[in-house]
């Protein structure tokens, strides 16, 4: 699994488990609602200060989101 892909997943999971919408998660990070759905489907490929904001949005690492399975 590349990098993008286990991103993507770990956004859509994270995301989940907080229960935030697309929407809340997008106005927390300062992006748009479409910028959100294009990373968890992998479609977007974050640039490095991207991926520490969703982190921050989230409440993890930013390591984490690219960790896992």
Same mark, same amino acid.
């Not at 994270?14 to 106005?27: E, F, I, M, P």
């Not at 974050?46 to 690219?66: F, Q, R």
């Given at each position: 699994?590349?990098? #993008?892909?286990?991103?993507?997943?770990?956004? !859509?999971?994270? /995301?989940?488990?907080?229960?935030?919408?697309?929407?809340?998660? @997008?106005?927390?990070?300062?992006?748009? #609602?479409?910028?959100?759905?294009?990373?968890? !489907?992998?479609? /977007?490929?974050?640039?490095?200060?991207?991926?520490?904001?969703? @982190?921050?949005?989230?409440?993890?690492?930013?390591?984490?989101?690219?960790?896992?399975?």
């Amino acid at each position: 699994m590349d990098l #993008v892909t286990r991103f993507a997943g770990n956004v !859509r999971k994270l /995301r989940g488990k907080k229960n935030l919408s697309q929407k809340t998660l @997008a106005d927390k990070v300062g992006i748009s #609602v479409s910028y959100v759905s294009m990373l968890e !489907r992998g479609q /977007r490929s974050p640039p490095l200060d991207m991926l520490e904001k969703v @982190a921050k949005a989230l409440g993890v690492t930013p390591i984490s989101l690219l960790g896992g399975k």
